[in-house]
Nanobody, 126 residues
Framework: EVQLVESGGGLVQAGGSLRLSCAASGFTFDDFYIGWFRQAPGKAREGVSCIAPDDGSIYYADSVKGRFTISVDNAKNTVYLQMNSLKSEDTAVYYC???????????????????RGQGTQITVSS
């Protein structure tokens, strides 16, 4: 059974940094896409970042490029999202998500992945 557990959310001032962690179990990163999406109140889900299992290519939404960095620790089966230069518009619930490696190019669809964690709130105060 795929399980994803996020941690690391909280309240931060604009310009600050946070690092989210997602502990994964029930699968390995070699066989699954793994990434993050977010949802702000009253808004649609937005894919944030993703790592592809086949070639390790990384996807970032335009809104976070240059500020967020995704990484994985295969030994710990954990994926991280380092978020720098946070803005008020980054305020949302952030979810870790995973999907099997069925075919290439799935990362932009990370917000629709079949497995997701419970989410962690990020609030950026201006």
């Amino acid at each position: 059974e795929v399980q994803l557990v996020e941690s690391g959310g909280g309240l931060v001032q604009a310009g600050g940094s946070l690092r989210l962690s997602c502990a994964a179990s029930g699968f390995t990163f070699d066989d699954f896409y793994i990434g993050w999406f977010r949802q702000a109140p009253g808004k649609a889900r937005e894919g944030v970042s993703c790592i592809a299992p086949d070639d390790g290519s990384i996807y970032y939404a335009d809104s976070v490029k240059g500020r967020f960095t995704i990484s994985v620790d295969n030994a710990k089966n954990t994926v991280y999202l380092q978020m720098n230069s946070l803005k008020s518009e980054d305020t949302a619930v952030y979810y870790c998500a995973a999907d099997p490696d069925r075919y290439s190019g799935l990362c932009p669809s990370v917000a629709d992945f079949g497995s997701r964690g419970q989410g962690t709130q990020i609030t950026v105060s201006s």
